[in-house]
T-cell receptor, first 115, second 113 residues
Framework: EAGVAQSPRYKIIEKRQSVAFWCNPI?????LYWYQQILGQGPKLLIQ????????DSQLPKDRFSAERLKGVDSTLKIQPAKLEDSAVYLC?????????????FGPGTRLTVT | GENVEQHPSTLSVQEGDSAVIKCTYS??????FPWYKQELGKRPQLIID?????GEKKDQRIAVTLNKTAKHFSLHITETQPEDSAVYFC????????????FGTGTRLQVTL
């Protein structure tokens, strides 16, 4: 089966600019996750969707980050405006449903560098 | 919320030796503990997991143990091979509506010839 797709793979922007990342989950997966992985750290969950509804966004910096999954399939994550500390790899993952019974499959990630 | 600590941050072993990575968690209600392997520049991949009703689980050269009383769990890799070199992340999950994964900080394992 095709895996989780993400684009772009790399992005370099200046601080205060805006950026958007795209994720296409595995077909049929209802649950989609966005993680932020800062160099040398483990992934941190930013937001979890169940179909097109938000299940958990408690760690999403809502003053600058936003995410949507309008049709319950693809998702976009936006940062506006970016800060230096947003430099990280942004990982998208999907699973058949929420909960640990269902393995999360990760995409290749988007490496963001904010200068 | 849940907090997961992981040690050591780096680990170097000779090929054929065993490697042990340890994690502790803070929320005694957490009940699912997966381990992920992330090779350089690649995505994390689930390698083994354990649930709170089990004390140990093995899959070929990999085993995970769980001590609920002490709130710690460990990954054991025996007969290490160069392809085991990667960053390993533990995680803890409190199952419920969101079942959020809280990751440890990672252990860089280097298997030398």
């Amino acid at each position: 089966e095709a895996g989780v797709a993400q684009s772009p793979r790399y992005k370099i922007i200046e601080k205060r600019q805006s950026v958007a990342f795209w994720c296409n989950p595995i077909s049929g997966h209802a649950t989609l996750y966005w993680y932020q992985q800062i160099l040398g750290q483990g992934p941190k969950l930013l937001i979890q969707f169940q179909n097109n509804g938000v299940v958990d966004d408690s760690q999403l910096p809502k003053d600058r980050f936003s995410a949507e999954r309008l049709k319950g399939v693809d998702s976009t994550l936006k940062i506006q405006p970016a800060k230096l500390e947003d430099s990280a790899v942004y990982l998208c993952a999907s699973s058949l449903a929420g909960g640990p019974l269902y393995e999360q499959y990760f995409g290749p990630g988007t490496r963001l560098t904010v200068t | 919320g849940e907090n997961v600590e992981q040690h050591p941050s780096t680990l170097s072993v000779q090929e054929g030796d065993s490697a042990v990575i340890k994690c502790t968690y803070s929320d005694s209600a957490s009940n699912y503990f997966p381990w992920y392997k992330q090779e350089l520049g690649k995505r994390p991949q689930l390698i083994i997991d354990i649930r709170s009703n089990v004390g140990e689980k093995k899959d070929q050269r990999i085993a995970v143990t769980l001590n609920k009383t002490a709130k710690h769990f460990s990954l054991h890799i025996t007969e290490t091979q160069p392809e085991d070199s990667a960053v390993y992340f533990c995680a803890a999950v409190l199952t419920g509506t969101a079942s959020k994964l809280t990751f440890g900080t990672g252990t860089r394992l280097q298997v030398t010839l």
